[in-house]
């Protein structure tokens, strides 16, 4: 039997905090879970019999095939604390691990490569890898925006912040948004596709500038942003 390590996370913690507390060093077992609703490639993280957790949804599919190939494993080993995540397409509270898969030799390197052609996720945020440049002749709740690039719906030439499905924020919109100030049609938009990558059964999501607050809506399985032609 071959094996392979790669550091991941534990998904979904702020869904299951209440009925487990991870501890450095605890070990969980990896089931493919085909029988989920939103994700029939889902891979349950499980301690005791009661799932705790699942694989990033990013490379779930290629470790739910590997599950799926006789005397294949996969152990889940925590190495950190929870954390926030900043993998814009799920977010929410993760806890960082080890992913210890055992096989056959070929399923090995076949998942092996599967994981490193995966786009890892961004870093850690400005709050903790780069602050935001708020500077002693700033205001307490007022920056400069004019020391950062404009934003703008096509791909910019400045250093962007994030992309997703053609749609981009800068750094100025990052700045925007972590000031608290006023968001823009772009930004909600934006937030929506996060929303729409993360729940793709769910109905609405939108643009805001295409929807009003009394346009009819289905109510099944629907979430929308609408602009009051006010504030946001």
């Known amino acids: 039997m071959d094996s392979y390590e790669v550091n991941s996370c534990?998904?979904?913690y702020h869904i299951y905090k209440d009925i487990?507390?991870?501890?450095v060093g605890e070990s969980l077992i990896c089931e493919r879970e085909i029988n989920n609703p939103e994700d029939p490639y889902a891979v349950a993280m499980?301690?005791?019999?009661?799932?705790v957790g699942h694989i990033p949804r990013k490379i779930s599919a290629a470790c739910s095939l590997f599950l799926a190939k006789e005397g294949s494993s996969i152990t889940c080993i925590i190495i950190g604390k929870r954390q926030h995540s900043w993998d814009p397409p799920q977010g929410g509270l993760e806890v960082p691990c080890k992913l210890v898969f055992k096989g056959k030799?070929?399923?090995?390197?076949?998942?092996?490569?599967?994981?490193i052609a995966t786009p890892e996720a961004p870093e850690q945020p400005a709050s903790k890898k780069r602050k935001v440049n708020v500077t002693a002749n700033d205001e307490a709740n007022e920056v400069n925006l004019d020391k950062y690039p404009d934003s703008t719906d096509k791909e910019p030439t400045q250093v962007n912040w994030l992309a997703l499905n053609g749609k981009y924020l800068t750094e100025k919109d990052r700045?925007?948004?972590t000031l608290g100030n006023?968001?823009?049609?772009?930004?909600?938009?934006f937030a929506q596709e996060i929303l729409k990558k993360q729940f793709p059964l769910v109905n609405g999501l939108k643009s805001t500038l295409n929807v009003v607050?009394?346009?009819?809506?289905?109510?099944v399985n629907f979430?929308?942003?609408?602009?009051?032609r006010g504030n946001h």
């Open 223 to 228: 979430i929308q942003i609408v602009h009051t």
């Open 10 to 12: 534990v998904r979904g």
């Open 213 to 219: 607050a009394t346009a009819p809506v289905n109510p």
């Open 182 to 189: 006023n968001l823009s049609d772009k930004h909600i938009d």
């Open 20 to 23: 487990w507390s991870p501890s």
């Open 105 to 115: 030799k070929v399923a090995i390197s076949k998942i092996k490569k599967l994981i």
């Open 46 to 51: 499980m301690k005791e019999q009661s799932i």
């Open 175 to 177: 700045a925007l948004i």
